[in-house]
């Protein structure tokens, strides 16, 4: 996971509240449900003494999506009296919680946000076709292709005396039509660097389309039978099913390295104490960090995100920071990777490396 999108999150000086927010509306008193789960999250604010503004802040964008009825899980990380950062997700949080801390509390969002790929999806017919392009920091591109020709679209009926020169003018106009289709699927494809395709739509046009994009599209492309339109709840599973599969290829690929380089003695560290050197060192291609990390786990930090150690007099001692905060390890960890361009997997905890709660792959040996 890129993490480069987090870096203006941590400009801000903190101290940071993280809320992960209920507004999950299943019952007939659902608007009353959600406001007491906000206010028992406020308390818990309250408790930590979090500043009055920042407080306010985080009140007013409740407030909108509550006047809204909104459903889902509202995150929300705020600072010196401004929401900086906020997204929806659908369902509930698997642990509503809102802390105030020097970092934002990121894990959870992360974790639930996942990997992130480049996509695109084409639904294509005999006249052309629509194709909706996702970049990978989630902005939408939407394209129509209109074919050249649409006469004759349809067949003549069996028997007719002109059957045969009809029939192949049709074929010939289908043709025409999926190669400039295909032709604009490769060329969205390229220009918004997509890893997952799916194309989906008419039988016989899919299959002309298929057969005139380039290799490389592909190698990443799933065909849906579905003749339907991009709008289509069932086209969108269809999707979201081919994005899981391939965010759980990549851990798959990035846990097979970590476990071949670490035996190997080469460039892998497993454990706190390692990975903690070799993130201040800026030496971690790939962070990997368990969904549900150790929150006894602690970390001190300063100012920089590369002043990071596991004791405060380490700070003090080796890198002059005068006043050392302790954070959760997984908050410290991630704000350092982020700031040297590493990038991060979430480990499921009974997925493909379920005793490795910390570790990273690295650039280079030290």
Excluded at 306 to 333: N, W
Aim: glycine fraction near 6%; proline fraction near 5%.
């Amino acid at each position: 996971m890129d993490l480069s999108f987090l870096k203006t999150l941590y400009q801000h000086p903190g101290p940071y509240a993280s809320v992960y927010a209920d507004l999950t509306r299943t019952t007939e008193d659902a608007s009353k449900a959600v406001e007491l789960r906000w206010r028992a999250l406020r308390a818990d604010l309250e408790a930590q003494n979090a500043p009055h503004d920042t407080l306010r802040a985080i009140e007013q964008t409740i407030d909108e999506e509550m006047l809204d009825r909104r459903s889902g899980t509202m995150v929300i990380f705020a600072a010196n009296g401004e929401v900086v950062h906020s997204e929806r997700f659908p369902g509930a949080p698997r642990t509503p919680r809102a802390t105030l801390a020097p970092l934002p509390d990121v894990l959870p969002y992360l974790a639930e946000r996942g990997e992130r790929f480049p996509h695109m999806v084409a639904v294509v017919d005999r006249r052309g076709g629509a194709i909706e392009c996702v970049t990978a920091d989630g902005r939408h591109r939407h394209i129509d292709v209109e074919g050249d020709e649409d006469y004759p679209i349809r067949k003549t009926k069996a028997g007719d005396w002109n059957q045969s020169r009809f029939q192949r003018s049709s074929e010939n106009v289908w043709m025409h039509n999926a190669k400039k289709v295909a032709h604009e699927i490769d060329r969205v494809a390229d220009s918004c660097g997509a890893e997952a395709i799916v194309i989906a739509g008419d039988t016989r046009a899919r299959t002309f389309v298929l057969e005139e994009v380039s290799e490389h599209v592909l190698e990443h492309t799933v065909e849906s039978d579905k003749n339907t339109t991009l709008d289509d709840p069932d086209l969108d599973a269809e999707l979201r099913r081919v994005l899981n599969l391939k965010a759980t290829e990549r851990i798959m690929t990035v846990a097979e390295r970590f476990d071949r380089e670490l035996a190997n003695g080469q460039r892998a560290v497993a454990g706190l104490p390692a990975t903690t050197e070799a993130v201040r060192q800026g030496r971690v291609e790939t962070l990997l960090l368990d969904e549900d990390p150790d929150p006894a786990a602690r970390l001190w930090i300063g100012p920089d995100p590369a002043q990071i150690a596991t004791t405060a007099d380490e700070l003090r001692d080796e890198f002059g920071v005068a006043d050392p905060r302790e954070e959760r390890a997984d908050a410290a960890l991630v704000r350092a990777v982020a700031a040297t361009d590493g990038e991060l997997v979430v480990l499921p905890s009974n997925g493909a490396a379920p005793n490795l709660h910390v570790g990273a792959v690295l650039r280079y040996t030290a």
